[in-house]
């Protein structure tokens, strides 16, 4: 392919997403203009929810699954390997920090760390030790990567529910009582409407630090190099003497990392997990792929497409407590997974990662 | 050599080459996730409470026996040939036992409705696509032949005459729904190039969603306060003809669909539309080269596998329920594990239904006999898919006793090394 088409393509790419980006705040003027003229009707409404501090403050709360998968599966894709077992790493996570808490007792300590954040730091490493057998499985085994990330959603999708009913004969877990909670900025948190990002849950301030921090190591350090490297062009990197693999390691035992921070905030948020059809997680990992490759792999534009993607949600469940519409609301619902398919669509094609999805084989076979 | 007879050479090599390893592999997978599945079970055996240990393993006591697990499974899903509960190694056959028992039925029910899922998974996955959408498709297909069916059973005369004309018509109408629900994201990735995986996954969520508002909010059973539709009369739907009432099994539909796997090879191998479905998968460029419309070949091998995962639905409606209910048990996700355990072989795809639907099956007679709950068939399921996933990894085993050494991946067939279907 010649620079021009290149160069082509990359312009198309990027009118993509301007367009959506476009799309996606013409449509917010249009409801701000008719919410404005007719208060009281519909577009009001609308007008109402969107611009509510309370919208947003969910908003935020819901993109911390999505965008730390979506920060995992960037890591894990820059480094060469396709992570489609971010749905099941969020899943095991979700469920193994609920069940961690539960277990130590909601309301005990230990070491002066409350019970509740063992269970967070038990979901991550839950998530740590599945994306490590992923690794392997595609790393050392060779394994197709696709059906091995297939592999790994199933299984944590049969074992969670299937673990919930063991431990208290039904697929959700008991409540546990106490949740994450929020913390609280004082003064900061009294702005109106912007005042939600400063009297929240921990995990949004952690997600607000994790985004920048991984635009940071993917873009200015050596490991950075190292995981673009391995995906984009592993002999390159063969050569100047890094183990492709090990840096193929890192990259999807980060994903693991990411992954378990988003999946323990979501069930810690609510004190439970809920294991019936998809589970609590629902998508949320699959949608965090697309969110991702919306963003192009950068994280801040992948925090991008998940603070959109959950806006729509958080949009979606306040649109369901407003009375008077003949609107069901399992149909609107189905907004944000129409909306992942009109993305999907329109920037279908996102340039990967050049090695993403193929085994690097170093010619030594003891690795 | 013309680039097609060359492409044709690659494939007959290919096929040949891993035809063994590839049951070989199946089988060590299956017996892999079974180990993996008995230690499992000790471990949650372990976390739950129980009155006295079931088995006693290096001084320990745990409330689970694997063993037991299994023997139970294998005999529940056969309906009790042995008498598992009488002491020592060789369990007594049981004077009782009759081939068509409940038991059986189930399982057939769940083989049947796995030949279905299986060969949709199975025919995408030949064209080099993870249609991992059969769900969405099935869910949508058995609407449509449960919503079609009611409002033209009232039409026909009621009786045999009357169910020999609407029930064909009504696997139709699944058929043609699930396949033009498959084709959406078939459709998707050959103009979009929107990778199948996760439009195929978002639209099973959106599947969901909207047969339950249109069953909820239009057709709904006005009798009910589940979310289900009006149940068809008994001479609209596929009856159990040899096997008890209450196993839901016709012996009708598992010919059916034995007759369609014979199709589905038929198609496959003996076409000229399966060699270019075939070719897509394995070798993409040689199919180029050869001609294949890729694009209208993505298109129609999606609907194709979508057709299949409605029939699938519309069978689960006219022989399972008599109706369309929410809550759709996951038969398509099962259907990947028995692709995938098929090696994506149709023939393949009957005893690895048949051995999935025995899990299924018998996970309910373990649920009631030993406790263990019966989600343990999910974990199966994904323990598999793992396992046949990394040939690898058995490769290495299997030195020892020197296998053959072939690097060829296969699970997928496709060939296609994941990453460049995005």
Same mark, same amino acid.
């Given at each position: 392919?010649?620079?021009?088409?290149?160069?082509?393509?990359?312009?198309?790419?990027?009118?993509?997403?301007?367009?959506?980006?476009?799309?996606?705040?013409?449509?917010?003027?249009?409801?701000?203009?008719?919410?404005?003229?007719?208060?009281?009707?519909?577009?009001?409404?609308?007008?109402?929810?969107?611009?509510?501090?309370?919208?947003?403050?969910?908003?935020?709360?819901?993109?911390?699954?999505?965008?730390?998968?979506?920060?995992?599966?960037?890591?894990?894709?820059?480094?060469?390997?396709?992570?489609?077992?971010?749905?099941?790493?969020?899943?095991?996570?979700?469920?193994?920090?609920?069940?961690?808490?539960?277990?130590?007792?909601?309301?005990?300590?230990?070491?002066?760390?409350?019970?509740?954040?063992?269970?967070?730091?038990?979901?991550?490493?839950?998530?740590?030790?599945?994306?490590?057998?992923?690794?392997?499985?595609?790393?050392?085994?060779?394994?197709?990567?696709?059906?091995?990330?297939?592999?790994?959603?199933?299984?944590?999708?049969?074992?969670?529910?299937?673990?919930?009913?063991?431990?208290?004969?039904?697929?959700?877990?008991?409540n546990l009582g106490t949740t994450l909670g929020t913390w609280t900025i004082p003064v900061l948190s009294d702005i109106p409407f912007f005042g939600a990002f400063f009297d929240a849950d921990?995990?949004?301030?952690?997600?607000?630090?994790?985004?920048?921090?991984?635009?940071?190591?993917?873009?200015?350090?050596?490991?950075?190099?190292?995981?673009?490297?391995?995906?984009?062009?592993?002999?390159?990197?063969?050569?100047?003497?890094?183990?492709?693999?090990?840096?193929?390691?890192?990259?999807?035992?980060?994903?693991?990392?990411?992954?378990?921070?988003?999946?323990?905030?979501?069930?810690?948020?609510?004190?439970?997990?809920?294991?019936?059809?998809?589970?609590?997680?629902?998508?949320?990992?699959?949608?965090?792929?697309?969110?991702?490759?919306?963003?192009?792999?950068?994280?801040?534009?992948?925090?991008?497409?998940?603070?959109?993607?959950?806006?729509?949600?958080?949009?979606?469940?306040?649109?369901?407590?407003?009375?008077?519409?003949?609107?069901?609301?399992?149909?609107?619902?189905?907004?944000?997974?129409?909306?992942?398919?009109?993305?999907?669509?329109?920037?279908?094609?996102?340039?990967?990662?050049?090695?993403?999805?193929?085994?690097?084989?170093?010619?030594?076979?003891?690795? | 050599?013309?680039?097609?007879?060359?492409?044709?050479?690659?494939?007959?090599?290919?096929?040949?080459?891993?035809?063994?390893?590839?049951?070989?592999?199946?089988?060590?997978?299956?017996?892999? =996730? !079974?180990? /993996? *599945? &008995?230690?499992?079970?000790?471990?949650? #055996?372990? +976390?739950?409470?129980?009155?006295? @240990?079931?088995?006693?393993?290096?001084?320990?006591?745990?409330?689970?026996?694997?063993?037991?697990?299994?023997?139970?499974?294998?005999?529940?899903?056969?309906?009790?040939?042995?008498?598992?509960?009488?002491?020592?190694?060789?369990?007594?056959?049981?004077?009782?036992?009759?081939?068509?028992?409940?038991?059986?039925?189930?399982?057939?029910?769940?083989?049947?409705?796995?030949?279905?899922?299986?060969?949709?998974?199975?025919?995408?996955?030949?064209?080099?696509?993870?249609?991992?959408?059969?769900?969405?498709?099935?869910?949508?297909?058995?609407?449509?032949?449960?919503?079609?069916?009611?409002?033209?059973?009232?039409?026909?005369?009621?009786?045999?005459?009357?169910?020999?004309?609407?029930?064909?018509? =009504? !696997?139709? /109408? *699944? &058929?043609?729904?699930?396949?033009?629900? #498959?084709? +959406?994201?078939?459709?998707?990735? @050959?103009?979009?190039?929107?990778?199948?995986?996760?439009?195929?996954?978002?639209?099973?969520?959106?599947?969901?969603?909207?047969?339950?508002?249109?069953?909820?909010?239009?057709?709904?059973?006005?009798?009910?306060?589940?979310?289900?539709?009006?149940?068809?009369?008994?001479?609209?739907?596929?009856?159990?003809?040899?096997?008890?009432?209450?196993?839901?099994?016709?012996?009708?539909?598992?010919?059916?669909?034995?007759?369609?796997?014979?199709?589905?090879?038929?198609?496959?191998?003996?076409?000229?539309?399966?060699?270019?479905?075939?070719?897509?998968?394995?070798?993409?460029?040689?199919?180029?080269?050869?001609?294949?419309?890729?694009?209208?070949?993505?298109?129609?091998?999606?609907?194709?596998?979508? =057709?299949?995962?409605?029939?699938?639905?519309?069978?689960?409606?006219?022989?399972?329920?008599?109706?369309?209910?929410?809550?759709?048990?996951?038969?398509?996700?099962?259907?990947?594990?028995?692709?995938?355990?098929?090696?994506?072989?149709?023939?393949?795809?009957?005893?690895?239904?048949?051995?999935?639907?025995?899990?299924?099956?018998?996970?309910?007679?373990?649920?009631?006999?030993?406790?263990?709950?019966?989600?343990?068939?999910?974990?199966?399921?994904?323990?598999?898919?793992?396992?046949?996933?990394?040939?690898?990894?058995?490769?290495?085993?299997?030195?020892?006793?020197?296998?053959?050494?072939?690097?060829?991946?296969?699970?997928?067939?496709?060939?296609?090394?994941?990453?460049?279907?995005?």
């Open positions: 392919m010649s620079t021009t088409t290149i160069d082509r393509l990359r312009d198309t790419e990027l009118s993509y997403r301007a367009t959506l980006a476009g799309g996606a705040l013409s449509v917010f003027l249009f409801i701000a203009l008719l919410g404005l003229a007719f208060p009281s009707s519909i577009w009001g409404n609308f007008l109402a929810i969107l611009t509510s501090r309370s919208t947003l403050s969910s908003a935020l709360r819901l993109s911390v699954p999505i965008t730390f998968a979506a920060l995992g599966g960037i890591f894990s894709e820059k480094a060469g390997v396709v992570n489609i077992g971010l749905e099941g790493l969020l899943i095991i996570s979700a469920f193994t920090a609920v069940i961690t808490t539960a277990v130590v007792g909601p309301e005990m300590t230990v070491l002066g760390l409350p019970a509740i954040w063992i269970g967070f730091f038990a979901g991550i490493l839950s998530s740590v030790l599945f994306s490590a057998l992923f690794a392997v499985v595609c790393i050392r085994f060779k394994a197709d990567q696709i059906i091995a990330g297939l592999a790994v959603w199933l299984i944590a999708l049969g074992l969670a529910p299937f673990a919930a009913t063991v431990y208290y004969g039904g697929v959700n877990t008991d921990p995990a949004v301030y952690m997600m607000l630090v994790a985004v920048p921090a991984s635009w940071y190591v993917l873009n200015r350090t050596a490991f950075g190099r190292h995981v673009r490297a391995s995906g984009e062009n592993p002999k390159a990197l063969d050569t100047v003497g890094v183990d492709v693999s090990r840096v193929r390691y890192a990259g999807v035992l980060l994903s693991g990392f990411l992954a378990g921070v988003g999946g323990s905030a979501l069930s810690l948020g609510l004190g439970q997990f809920v294991g019936n059809n998809q589970t609590m997680v629902n998508g949320k990992g699959f949608i965090a792929i697309v969110a991702y490759l919306f963003g192009n792999y950068n994280p801040v534009g992948a925090f991008g497409a998940s603070f959109l993607f959950a806006g729509l949600e958080a949009a979606q469940i306040r649109l369901q407590q407003v009375p008077g519409y003949a609107i069901p609301d399992s149909l609107i619902q189905t907004i944000p997974y129409v909306t992942v398919l009109v993305v999907l669509a329109l920037v279908g094609r996102t340039r990967i990662p050049e090695a993403a999805g193929e085994h690097y084989d170093t010619g030594d076979d003891n690795r | 050599m013309s680039a097609t007879e060359n492409a044709k050479a690659v494939l007959r090599r290919l096929t040949a080459a891993s035809a063994t390893e590839r049951i070989l592999i199946s089988f060590a997978a299956l017996i892999m =996730a !079974v180990l /993996v *599945g &008995a230690v499992i079970i000790l471990v949650s #055996g372990r +976390i739950t409470t129980c009155q006295t @240990a079931a088995t006693t393993l290096f001084g320990t006591g745990f409330c689970y026996d694997p063993v037991e697990v299994y023997l139970v499974l294998f005999n529940g899903a056969l309906g009790e040939p042995f008498l598992v509960n009488s002491p020592g190694i060789l369990k007594p056959l049981n004077p009782d036992w009759n081939p068509l028992n409940f038991g059986f039925a189930l399982t057939l029910k769940e083989t049947t409705l796995l030949i279905f899922t299986g060969l949709s998974v199975a025919v995408s996955f030949r064209a080099g696509l993870f249609n991992i959408g059969t769900q969405g498709q099935l869910v949508l297909g058995g609407l449509a032949t449960a919503l079609f069916s009611f409002f033209v059973a009232p039409l026909l005369p009621s009786g045999l005459v009357g169910g020999l004309i609407l029930i064909p018509l =009504a !696997v139709v /109408v *699944g &058929a043609l729904v699930g396949g033009l629900y #498959g084709a +959406i994201p078939g459709a998707l990735k @050959a103009y979009a190039d929107a990778n199948e995986v996760i439009t195929t996954i978002m639209l099973n969520f959106i599947a969901a969603q909207i047969a339950f508002v249109l069953v909820s909010e239009f057709f709904g059973n006005p009798d009910s306060q589940v979310v289900e539709t009006t149940p068809l009369p008994d001479w609209a739907t596929l009856l159990p003809v040899a096997f008890p009432q209450g196993g839901d099994f016709s012996i009708l539909a598992l010919a059916f669909g034995l007759a369609l796997v014979v199709a589905v090879w038929f198609l496959l191998e003996q076409t000229s539309f399966g060699y270019d479905l075939r070719t897509s998968g394995e070798q993409p460029e040689a199919a180029e080269y050869g001609g294949v419309d890729a694009k209208r070949t993505t298109v129609t091998s999606m609907f194709l596998s979508g =057709a299949l995962g409605g029939m699938g639905g519309a069978i689960w409606v006219l022989m399972v329920m008599g109706k369309w209910q929410a809550g759709v048990p996951a038969l398509g996700f099962d259907g990947i594990t028995v692709s995938i355990l098929a090696g994506n072989n149709p023939f393949g795809v009957v005893p690895a239904a048949l051995l999935f639907g025995t899990l299924k099956s018998g996970s309910l007679a373990v649920q009631f006999g030993t406790g263990v709950p019966k989600q343990l068939v999910g974990v199966l399921r994904g323990l598999i898919i793992l396992f046949v996933a990394m040939p690898e990894f058995f490769r290495m085993l299997g030195s020892t006793i020197d296998l053959e050494p072939d690097r060829e991946t296969v699970a997928t067939d496709g060939g296609s090394l994941g990453g460049d279907d995005e």
